[in-house]
């Protein structure tokens, strides 16, 4: 089977700080602190690592900083798709030419180009860095744009697209990609919700925001589903879920920034238009954090 990231990849917030600055040092902390909790992987500059507010440079300082602190203890995975095809191939080879173990590139958005724009928009980026293994990322809850599996099957034909992080919410679309790929090809669920039952479909793992707080839970739930200790595998999933509601009741990075606030992480607040949690978010996420154990 292809695993080409590990099974926990952890979409890493961006920490800022007091003066609303990457805060590059910190960030290595919390890459090394994610890795001691279960992570194999570690993107940056995603969705959750606010990349729209981010510029190309921070990005690159970043990826820099980060993966001369990691080392080889995990792989590191570049941000790095744009709706510019021109955009996304100029980062992608600048992380390529750092040596990161991976690009996650999501469908371009806005500008919603039909399914052969994006069939041409992966190859090219894919041509133009070749030695880069490419992660496609399926999200049209936040582009607009959905990539069809016809289009899918046909990028899994060039050497380093090598999987998927699907945030679809379509179960039988990646079941269907599994049954016509087989195991060549890796699906990772993009949503910690949706683990479970991705990986009961052919899923090898997940990028997953919640492994910031519950990584070694995460980890252990995969763990089981791998040995077909599916109630046990089910029952990690039962506590945790609460959890993974949680950090979604308004737009993610915004919870998970709150809760790693909560349990001694200060990561700085958002750039705008996002804006730090407060009220009823507040409220909750301490409620599931302490239920979970993880407050006081």
């Given at each position: 089977?292809?695993?080409?990231?590990?099974?926990?990849?952890?979409?890493?917030?961006?920490?800022?700080?007091?003066?609303?600055?990457?805060?590059?040092?910190?960030?290595?902390?919390?890459?090394?602190?994610?890795?001691?909790?279960?992570?194999?992987?570690?993107?940056?500059?995603?969705?959750?690592?606010?990349?729209?507010?981010?510029?190309?440079?921070?990005?690159?300082?970043?990826?820099?900083?980060?993966?001369?602190?990691?080392?080889?203890?995990?792989?590191?995975?570049?941000?790095?798709?744009?709706?510019?095809?021109?955009?996304?191939?100029?980062?992608?080879?600048?992380?390529?030419?750092l040596g990161l173990d991976g690009s996650l590139q999501v469908t371009p958005y806005y500008n919603k180009p039909p399914q052969a724009g994006l069939y041409a928009h992966f190859?090219?980026?894919?041509?133009?860095?070749?030695?880069?293994?490419?992660?496609?990322?399926?999200?049209?809850?936040?582009?607009?744009?959905?990539?069809?599996?016809e289009t899918i099957l046909r990028l899994s034909e060039i050497p380093n697209i090598v999987g998927i992080k699907d945030s679809t919410g379509d179960l039988g679309l990646a079941?269907?990609?599994?049954?016509?790929?087989?195991?060549?090809?890796?699906?990772?669920?993009?949503?910690?919700?949706?683990?479970?039952?991705?990986?009961?479909?052919?899923?090898?793992?997940?990028?997953?925001?919640?492994?910031?707080?519950?990584?070694?839970?995460?980890?252990?739930?995969?763990?089981?589903?791998?040995?077909?200790?599916?109630?046990?595998?089910?029952?990690?999933?039962?506590?945790?879920?609460?959890?993974?509601?949680?950090?979604?009741?308004?737009?993610?990075?915004?919870?998970?920034?709150?809760?790693l606030k909560l349990t001694g992480w200060d990561v700085g607040g958002l750039r705008l238009p996002l804006v730090e949690a407060e009220g009823e978010v507040i409220d909750r996420?301490?409620?599931?954090?302490?239920?979970?154990?993880?407050?006081?």
């Amino acid at each position: 089977m292809t695993i080409p990231f590990g099974r926990l990849i952890t979409a890493m917030v961006t920490p800022f700080d007091e003066g609303g600055n990457v805060n590059y040092d910190l960030a290595v902390r919390l890459a090394l602190h994610l890795i001691d909790q279960g992570s194999d992987a570690i993107v940056l500059c995603g969705t959750t690592g606010e990349s729209p507010t981010l510029t190309w440079e921070e990005e690159y300082q970043l990826f820099q900083a980060v993966k001369q602190g990691v080392g080889e203890r995990a792989k590191i995975l570049a941000g790095t798709g744009s709706n510019s095809t021109r955009e996304a191939i100029v980062a992608t080879q600048k992380a390529a030419a750092l040596g990161l173990d991976g690009s996650l590139q999501v469908t371009p958005y806005y500008n919603k180009p039909p399914q052969a724009g994006l069939y041409a928009h992966f190859r090219a980026i894919a041509e133009a860095a070749p030695q880069m293994p490419i992660l496609l990322y399926n999200i049209p809850g936040r582009t607009g744009c959905k990539m069809e599996l016809e289009t899918i099957l046909r990028l899994s034909e060039i050497p380093n697209i090598v999987g998927i992080k699907d945030s679809t919410g379509d179960l039988g679309l990646a079941a269907e990609v599994r049954r016509r790929l087989g195991e060549s090809f890796a699906i990772y669920s993009g949503d910690d919700y949706l683990t479970l039952p991705l990986m009961a479909v052919g899923a090898v793992g997940v990028v997953s925001v919640a492994s910031h707080l519950v990584g070694r839970d995460i980890k252990g739930m995969i763990r089981c589903i791998i040995e077909d200790k599916l109630q046990e595998a089910e029952a990690i999933h039962q506590r945790l879920f609460p959890l993974f509601r949680a950090l979604f009741l308004t737009t993610n990075p915004i919870p998970v920034k709150a809760a790693l606030k909560l349990t001694g992480w200060d990561v700085g607040g958002l750039r705008l238009p996002l804006v730090e949690a407060e009220g009823e978010v507040i409220d909750r996420l301490k409620q599931v954090l302490t239920d979970l154990g993880l407050l006081a």
